[in-house]
Nanobody, 124 residues
């Protein structure tokens, strides 16, 4: 129901940073717990980070912990993923997702709305 559009992807050198944005429309972002997922070529979609509806709680996949930060600005109807110390293994299409049941979860099946994805490519 909520429409999500990711932006901010691109090509970056290893060790560099990117900030992804996820803009929501149709429904208020504050209605949803949110998450970021990614899918690398030939791989299944994997969990990256999740954030509670209020933004009070976050958690991360071990692979990105300490390097990525998920945040949200409900007033701007936007969620973010700050990615620092990027590695070639971070190369993937990154997807924003919303959980209509307001769960705080890392399970992709719990997220009913997905963005189109934005490509992140990290060169070495």
């Amino acid at each position: 129901q909520v429409q999500l559009v990711e932006s901010g992807g691109g090509l970056v050198q290893a060790g560099g940073s990117l900030r992804l944005s996820c803009a929501a429309s149709g429904r208020a972002l504050s209605s949803y717990a949110m998450g970021w997922f990614r899918q690398a070529p030939g791989n299944e979609r994997e969990f990256v980070a999740a954030i509670s509806r209020s933004g009070d709680s976050t958690y991360y996949a071990d692979s990105v912990k300490g390097r990525f930060t998920i945040s949200r600005n409900n007033a701007k109807n936007t969620m973010y993923l700050q990615m620092n110390s990027l590695k070639p293994e971070d190369t993937a299409v990154y997807y924003c997702a919303a959980d209509p049941a307001n769960r705080y979860t890392d399970y992709a099946g719990d997220f009913g709305s997905w963005g189109q994805g934005t490509q992140v490519t990290v060169s070495s």
